[in-house]
């Protein structure tokens, strides 16, 4: 090797590590300093509903954690597509996130075309908790277990109804779960609210409420609480079996929570959200009020919630072919 060719690489191999030095510390300056301002949260889903009440308990918190406040904005319909849109073709900066969940996988079952594509346009970035659904039946049924109700719908199949807060909702497809686990035929009655006043008045026969929003329903004198769709029985409610209690192990089904950006923003970045919002869910009273809300918080890396919700979004495509979901538009 000549002494010039030696010089020559030397001099490039030095060119080449300070500009990866300097690239990898213009990152971790940018994430030192991020957020510099407030950052949008877009909740495609209505006020008061599981999603958007446990994510604001988070934020609140995460808001003092990141020096920022988290400033979360209403953007319901189409089924949530509007607001996943939106965030999907904002600015990859971190200033525009979502309130992710599991009801992302049956949006894309139920629309041929969404206006956005949840795997190649959004990057899931922090899990922030798994929570289950509650089985309640109208006091007037006469149900008091889960085997009360699949006897009934054995003995008259297809008479039994259920209620939901429409066509792929958690309440919807956790019912689903549950009716192929058991072997039953039921009738869906989708409604815009959810149909819980149905069940009360003992029009319509059960429904599978989201723990997180259920409390105050639970104390009705008019429902009675069968089971929670989780493997096991909720710390909230120790006196209600579990689906595998009820030997229905095949209809556990378990609602999550997280948060997404859109899929170019800078790792570093997706990785200061994370950890921000982690610290916000290992708070001692953030704890607190998700056990409240029935919700078990999360302690996955950026890494495991892709694969977790790559997994889950196959998951629940199947459980949508196997109940016969199909597109609506």
Known sequence: ???RFERASRRSFLVGAAAVGLSAGARSARAE????RPIRVISPYPAG???DTVTRVVLDQASQIVGQPFVIEIRPGAGGAIGFANVAHSAPDGYTIVTSSSSMATENVLHSKL???PHKDLVPAVLIGISPNVLVASKKSGFTSVADLVA???AKPGTLTFASAGIGSSSHMAAE???LAAKIEVRHVPFKEGGLVEVMAGRIDFYFLPLA?????LKNPNLTVLAVSSPARSPLLPDV???VDAGLPDAVFRFWNGLSAPAQTPPDIIQALHDGTQKAIDDAGVKERLAKLGVEPSHMSVAEFKKFFEDDFAATTQLAKAAGIKAVD
């Open 177 to 179: 779960k549950f009716r």
């Open 1 to 3: 090797m000549s002494y």
């Open 241 to 243: 079996p579990s689906v």
């Open 152 to 154: 009934a719908a054995k």
């Open 115 to 117: 206006p956005y594509d």
């Open 213 to 217: 929003a259920a409390a105050a329903a």
């Open 49 to 51: 509903s599981a999603s």
């Open 33 to 36: 300093q991020w957020p510099t």
